[in-house]
């Protein structure tokens, strides 16, 4: 399956979904969770997802057990700069639950340059309570795999 078989995003979806099942599959304290996608809960008559996965890793360090959960939402842009908020249709949702300590994690690929970035709270968040009308996706650390971006939050150095 070739990159320009798809425009919808399942693509990249599929990218993030084999990362994450391959570290839930090697690692008892990794999981994950799909939620249903935007066309299936429209179908079904659910309420719109916070994001497109559930992922949690708890580990230990020296004495302490630490726990990473995040919600990850994947994006595709043909835009090597900007990623439209449009793009990001709960961003609301991913408000509410990083406000009650759940990550955002929106990751992007970047068709245009064939990289993923990935947009964090601080990203996400502005300090004033108005989102801004695109993200800059510009000057954000690039990856050549998503497995490489991810890594990045759950195994943290």
Known sequence: MTRDSHQDG??????????????????????????PDTKAARLMKLPPQPSDYLASR????????????AHV???????????PKDKVRQYGKLKMFWWAGIDPVV??????????????APDLFPVTDEPPASFLIVDLPAFRTAGDALATIFYPK
């Not at 099942?21 to 939620?35: I, Q």
């Open 73 to 83: 939402e994947v994006k595709e842009t043909a835009q090597p700069r900007r990623l």
């Open 10 to 35: 399942t693509w990249a979806e599929n990218q993030v979904r084999n990362w994450l099942e391959a570290r839930s599959t090697a690692e008892k304290g990794f999981a994950y969770h799909r939620y």
């Open 58 to 69: 708890m580990f230990r360090v020296g004495e302490k057990s630490r726990r990473i959960v």
């Open 107 to 120: 990751i992007v690929f970047r068709s245009a340059t064939k990289d993923w970035v990935m947009l964090r």
